[in-house]
């Protein structure tokens, strides 16, 4: 274990807690930054809002960063979909669902919110894109 893991008082599960923590894929792309696509979603019950940016080139994308302002669950969703969206294509994308998210993160019954808002966040974004043509 390392301190990232041992500083852990609320019981969170561990991939949620190390993604809270070190927040990798955090921030924003640079004004001007080609092929950047981003969209947010918001839960206005827990106030929590959650906006994914990714660069994408053709129809795979290359890189993703997110924003977020809720709990540290919602963080770390933010987290986990930014770095697991790099080197996919947008067909894979459509594929992932809140109950993806739950079980690589062990998102719990009483955080399933925050798994729903990463998937909505996802889809707004997903409905950005173009479809490729053939």
């Known amino acids: 274990m390392n ?9 969170y599960a561990p991939a949620i807690w190390r993604l809270f923590r070190s927040a990798p894929n955090a921030g924003v792309f640079a004004d001007g930054t080609a092929g950047v696509i981003s969209a947010d979603a918001g839960t206005p ?7 994914l940016a990714l660069r994408v ?4 994308v290359t890189e993703g960063r997110f924003q ?7 963080i770390a969703v933010g987290a986990w979909i930014a770095g697991w969206c790099a080197g996919r294509t947008v067909d894979e994308l459509r594929r ?4 993806d998210l739950r079980e690589a993160l062990e998102i719990p019954e009483d955080r399933a919110h ?3 808002l990463g ?6 974004l997903l409905t950005r894109f173009q ?3 053939a």
């Open 131 to 133: 479809e490729p043509r």
């Open 45 to 51: 019950a827990a106030r929590s809002v959650l906006r």
């Open 3 to 11: 301190e990232i893991d041992d500083d852990n008082p609320y019981g």
């Open 114 to 116: 925050c798994a729903l």
């Open 57 to 60: 080139d053709g129809d795979r």
């Open 96 to 99: 992932l669902k809140a109950a």
């Open 68 to 74: 977020a302002y809720g709990c540290p669950t919602t």
């Open 119 to 124: 998937e909505d966040a996802l889809k707004a």
